[in-house]
C-alpha cells in the first residue's frame, strides 16, 4: 500500500479533511472508543460501530473479525486514557486489560467515518512471559494506576494552543532527536518530561543505593543530550495518527530499528556503554505525547513490543514523516 503523505501545510485538512455535519464530535469519537472496548473485551465484533469492510491489525499483522485479542479478551480494566481527533475523525487509545485472566496493555487506533470504525490498528503488550509476548522483563512494572496522568486530560489556555502543523512537527523531533542519537538533536522537553512504556517508567527514576545509572535514570532532556540511545539506528514509518489542539496531544506509530552493528559507544560525558543484544531487532510503538502550552513536551507514554527486524507496518494511514537514515539505507518503508 501507498502511504498517506501528508505535508505540513496540509495537515489542517489531514486523512479526512475538516470535520462536517456528519462527522463525530469528542463525545461522538469517545463513545466509539467505548463500544469498540466493550465488543473487544465481550469478544463480540457485533457489539462495536464496526463499518462494512472494516480492517483489523493486530500487532502488525492483518486479521480477521473475530481474531487474535478478540478471541482472548476476558476483562476491561479501570485505565483508560483516548484521544480523539474530530478533522481527521481518528481516535487514539489505551487501557488495560485481561486476556485469559493475564496482564495487557492496549493501544489502538481507530479510523472513524459516520461514526463507525473503517480501520482497526492493534498494538498489544502481552506483560508476562506467555510464548510471543515480545515484552522484556524490565518494561512490565505497571505504575500506571487507574487513572491517565492530568496533563493528558487538561484543555490549554486557547492562546497557548499549537497549530496541527506544529504539534506533528514537535512529536517529529522526537524521533528525529532519537534515530543514531548523538546528543546533538534534543527535543523541545519541559522540565516535568516524564514517560512511561508500557506503564513503567524509563525517565528520571531514582537511582538504587550504590546502582550504576542508565538513561532510565535521567530526565528526557538529559537522556537525549548525553546520546544514550546511539544504538536507535533507524526510527522509520513515523506517522502521526492523531492530534487534539485542546489538549496538546499527538497521537504517532514508529518502528525503531537496532542493526546491532554498534557494539559500544560513548556517551556526551565519556562513559562507556556496552550494547548487550547481539542480533538485530526492532521495537513496534503506538505512542503519545503531550505538548504543554509553552511547546514543549512534558508527558511521553507509549505500548510496544519487541518484533522481527524489519518488520513493516500493516496499514499507511497517517500524516507521514520520512526517516534520514531509512533514506540513506535504501529501506522501502511500505
Same mark, same amino acid.
Given at each position: 500500500?501507498?502511504?498517506?503523505?501528508? *505535508?505540513?501545510?496540509?495537515?489542517?485538512?489531514?486523512?479526512?479533511?475538516?470535520?462536517?455535519?456528519?462527522?463525530?464530535?469528542?463525545?461522538?469519537?469517545?463513545?466509539?472508543?467505548?463500544?469498540?472496548?466493550?465488543?473487544?473485551?465481550?469478544?463480540?465484533?457485533?457489539?462495536?460501530?464496526?463499518?462494512?469492510?472494516?480492517?483489523?491489525?493486530?500487532?502488525?499483522?492483518?486479521?480477521?473479525?473475530?481474531?487474535?485479542?478478540?478471541?482472548?479478551?476476558?476483562?476491561?480494566?479501570?485505565?483508560?486514557?483516548?484521544?480523539?481527533?474530530?478533522?481527521?475523525?481518528?481516535?487514539?487509545?489505551?487501557?488495560?486489560?485481561?486476556?485469559?485472566?493475564?496482564?495487557?496493555?492496549?493501544?489502538?487506533?481507530?479510523?472513524? /467515518?459516520?461514526? +463507525?470504525?473503517?480501520?482497526?490498528?492493534?498494538?498489544?503488550?502481552?506483560?508476562?512471559?506467555?510464548?510471543?509476548?515480545?515484552?522484556?522483563?524490565?518494561?512490565?512494572?505497571?505504575?500506571?494506576?487507574?487513572?491517565?496522568?492530568?496533563?493528558?486530560?487538561?484543555?490549554?489556555?486557547?492562546?497557548?494552543?499549537?497549530?496541527?502543523?506544529?504539534?506533528?512537527?514537535?512529536?517529529?523531533?522526537?524521533?528525529?532527536?532519537?534515530?543514531?542519537? +548523538?546528543? !546533538?538533536?534534543?527535543?523541545?522537553?519541559?522540565?516535568?518530561?516524564?514517560?512511561?512504556?508500557?506503564?513503567?517508567?524509563?525517565?528520571?527514576? *531514582?537511582?538504587?543505593?550504590?546502582?550504576?545509572?542508565?538513561?532510565?535514570?535521567?530526565?528526557?532532556?538529559?537522556?537525549? &543530550?548525553?546520546?544514550?540511545?546511539?544504538?536507535?539506528?533507524?526510527?522509520?514509518?513515523?506517522?502521526?495518527?492523531?492530534?487534539?489542539?485542546?489538549?496538546?496531544?499527538?497521537?504517532?506509530?514508529?518502528?525503531?530499528?537496532?542493526?546491532?552493528?554498534?557494539? !559500544?559507544?560513548?556517551? /556526551?560525558?565519556?562513559?562507556?556503554?556496552?550494547?548487550?543484544?547481539?542480533?538485530?531487532?526492532?521495537?513496534?510503538?503506538?505512542?503519545?505525547?503531550?505538548?504543554?502550552? &509553552?511547546?514543549?513536551?512534558?508527558?511521553? !507514554?507509549?505500548?510496544?513490543?519487541?518484533?522481527?527486524?524489519?518488520?513493516?507496518?500493516?496499514?499507511?494511514?497517517?500524516?507521514?514523516?520520512?526517516?534520514?537514515?531509512?533514506?540513506?539505507?535504501?529501506? /522501502? !518503508?511500505?
Amino acid at each position: 500500500m501507498k502511504p498517506v503523505i501528508l *505535508t505540513l501545510a496540509l495537515a489542517g485538512a489531514g486523512m479526512g479533511g475538516r470535520a462536517d455535519a456528519a462527522s463525530c464530535d469528542r463525545t461522538c469519537l469517545e463513545g466509539v472508543a467505548d463500544r469498540y472496548l466493550v465488543a473487544l473485551t465481550s469478544r463480540d465484533p457485533s457489539k462495536a460501530p464496526l463499518a462494512k469492510g472494516v480492517r483489523y491489525a493486530e500487532n502488525n499483522v492483518v486479521l480477521p473479525l473475530p481474531d487474535g485479542l478478540w478471541r482472548t479478551a476476558s476483562r476491561l480494566g479501570n485505565y483508560r486514557l483516548v484521544v480523539t481527533d474530530t478533522t481527521w475523525q481518528t481516535v487514539g487509545l489505551y487501557a488495560k486489560l485481561q486476556e485469559n485472566g493475564a496482564p495487557v496493555l492496549l493501544a489502538s487506533f481507530l479510523k472513524v /467515518k459516520d461514526g +463507525r470504525i473503517t480501520e482497526i490498528d492493534a498494538q498489544v503488550a502481552r506483560l508476562t512471559d506467555t510464548t510471543g509476548s515480545g515484552t522484556p522483563a524490565n518494561l512490565r512494572e505497571d505504575q500506571l494506576g487507574d487513572a491517565p496522568r492530568a496533563q493528558f486530560l487538561t484543555a490549554l489556555p486557547q492562546a497557548m494552543r499549537r497549530s496541527r502543523a506544529e504539534l506533528a512537527s514537535i512529536a517529529n523531533s522526537y524521533y528525529t532527536g532519537l534515530e543514531n542519537n +548523538r546528543g !546533538e538533536k534534543v527535543p523541545p522537553f519541559a522540565e516535568d518530561c516524564l514517560r512511561l512504556e508500557n506503564g513503567t517508567q524509563t525517565s528520571g527514576r *531514582t537511582l538504587p543505593s550504590g546502582g550504576q545509572p542508565n538513561g532510565m535514570h535521567y530526565s528526557c532532556r538529559e537522556a537525549f &543530550g548525553l546520546g544514550y540511545y546511539r544504538d536507535d539506528t533507524r526510527l522509520r514509518n513515523r506517522r502521526i495518527l492523531a492530534i487534539d489542539e485542546e489538549r496538546g496531544l499527538v497521537y504517532a506509530t514508529v518502528f525503531f530499528d537496532h542493526d546491532a552493528s554498534i557494539r !559500544e559507544y560513548k556517551l /556526551k560525558d565519556g562513559r562507556d556503554v556496552a550494547v548487550k543484544n547481539t542480533g538485530p531487532w526492532t521495537w513496534s510503538t503506538q505512542e503519545l505525547f503531550q505538548v504543554n502550552a &509553552g511547546g514543549k513536551i512534558s508527558q511521553v !507514554e507509549a505500548v510496544l513490543m519487541a518484533v522481527p527486524y524489519g518488520q513493516r507496518p500493516a496499514f499507511s494511514t497517517g500524516q507521514h514523516f520520512p526517516s534520514p537514515q531509512a533514506d540513506r539505507d535504501g529501506f /522501502k !518503508e511500505y
